[in-house]
């Protein structure tokens, strides 16, 4: 079993920051990717940010520029620091790991989501 637990949700005004933080714990494999992804009330889940294990990032068009996505491979943690929020970055925020295992199978694990609220 892999777990992936979330924090750093809230509820903050426009121009405001969060940093978001995800723990995986458990059977773990080797660590590919890690992402964040968000889905909004009525819309469908989209990519916010995804990082390899060599740092490459890369990000939505809509949050270029304010989120910052980051990993600490040796605490199995990814970060989401958001700044200059704007209402449209209201929605669930879920973090994804991408693993493979010895056995050649590939795992993707997802956690169980933070809201993130931004209104004045």
């Known amino acids: 079993q892999v777990q992936l637990v979330e924090s750093g949700g809230g509820s903050v005004q426009p121009g405001g920051s969060l940093r978001l933080s995800c723990v995986a714990s458990?059977?773990?494999?080797?660590?590919?990717?890690m992402a964040w992804y968000r889905q909004a009330p009525e819309r469908e889940r989209e990519l916010v940010a995804d990082?390899?294990?060599?740092?490459?990032?890369n990000y939505a068009d809509s949050v270029k520029g304010r989120f910052t996505i980051s990993r600490d491979n040796a605490k199995n943690t990814v970060y989401l620091q958001m700044n200059n929020l704007k209402p449209e970055d209201t929605a669930v925020y879920y973090c994804?790991?991408?693993?493979?295992?010895?056995?050649?199978?590939?795992?993707?694990?997802w956690g169980q989501g933070t809201q993130v609220t931004v209104s004045s």
């Open positions: 990082i390899g294990t060599d740092g490459t990032a």
């Open positions: 994804r790991i991408d693993m493979t295992f010895k056995t050649g199978s590939r795992v993707l694990s």
């Open positions: 458990g059977r773990l494999g080797n660590i590919n990717v």
